[in-house]
């Protein structure tokens, strides 16, 4: 079975956000069970290991009525093939994305990975497309592209890393950068709410539909969760599965991490990360104090994350026997109360408004607790990267986190981490102080570590569901 993955960011080359991981990891881990994977994204100007991409050709297409160059670069890593969509005048800039061409470019992007088919002669059983910016793909092949030979036989799944985002443009776009007739929009297939919307064409056109976690699957057929979506998800609602992702457990490793200072495994943690929690104190400004639970959080600052909550309850808190790392960036809002805070708690608050992906590894080896009261969180990778290095997660019942966290229950020490189910400033504190009750407690809170180390959240378990389904597909 050959894969084809198309997305806009995959680690290690470019990341804003956990996209980058699951497009990163997903195909190495389905490669070593067996399936072809390769994998597609845009050539950006601010990429690494660009010195390792060969050029293989370069052709020009047809982007609606507009003539682009479209290069073709190439490399491969832990046996997936990725390849690399080259236009200066598109990709060749700072960053990724918000400018206000970016459906211009992810249109090209689209065009340009199914005329790459056929010019590299590639023909994929699956064709797995990744939330808006690859979405157009699906309608593109089952308007256009499936009507030629070379196409046939090709089955499109759409998967949705958040539903947030579903690409809402202006209707003329459809027609002025997809070259698709405008029936399409009145009969409905890419109209919704009276926009043009290619997440809701993605769910409708592909032949299988997937999510990042089973219970985000069953949240977003819901008003609460679906962001308008629900009810074309209902309909689709027998080609729909939630699948947990997973994290890559080489290159997270505790254990050879060569962004921590001390390493350490299932067996020695007592001695080893402590030593980490030391260092980061004294790295941080924060007094060194082995005692005082140190509390960590990882994310963009967002009202997904739950941004709001942090901010209500900062200041009940910071009177707590608690120290704080945040360590993100995102919307001024939360930065500016964020800063607020730090300044009037510095020897309990430490803020760094920054992505810094060396330091939020010493993060996750250091601290005694990860707080995520998100809002909502389609699969979350933080909450397994803490998990994997012995790091208590704080969550909220929603999502992927409630399907990676399982409550401790002190009674029959089972679980291996702390949540609350509703979205409220006092169920989170309430949890928080539980927390450190536990934390209190030797018995309990070595039994809580051992467990978070012994989660197995690596990819494993997840590719096999992936290989299940999309053989299904295929034999269809
Ligand atoms: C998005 C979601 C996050 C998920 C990630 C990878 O960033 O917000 O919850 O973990 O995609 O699927």
Redesign the pocket.
Known sequence: MKVLFVGSEVTPYIKS???A??LGSLPKALVEQGVECSVVLPKYRDMKLAETLEYVTSYYIWVSWRREYCGIFKTELDGVTFYFIDNEQYFGRPGLYSYDDDYERFAFFDFAVLEMLSHLNIKPDILSLH?WQAAMIAPLYKERYGYYEFYHDIKITF?I??I?YQGKADPRLINDLFGLGDHLYYNGNLRHDNCFNMMKAAILYSDLVTT??PT?AKEILTDEYGEGLQSILNMKKDRLVGIL?GIDYDTNNPETDPNILYHFNKDNWKEEKVKNKIALQRELGLPENEEVPLIGIVTRLTW?KGLDLILSKMDEMMHRDVQVVVLGAGDRKYEDGLRYWAGQYPEKFSLNLKYDFALSCRIYASCDMFLMP?LF?????SQMMSLRYGTIPIVRET??LKDSVIPYNEYEMTGNGFSFAHYSGDEMMSVINYAQTMYANKKHWNHLVDAAMNSKLDWENSAKQYIDVFKKLVDE
């Open positions: 956000g956990g996209l991981d699951v939330d998967t890393h958040n947030a990042v976690s985000y992702n997904q998100s969180e389609p699969c979350g990778l999502g992927g």
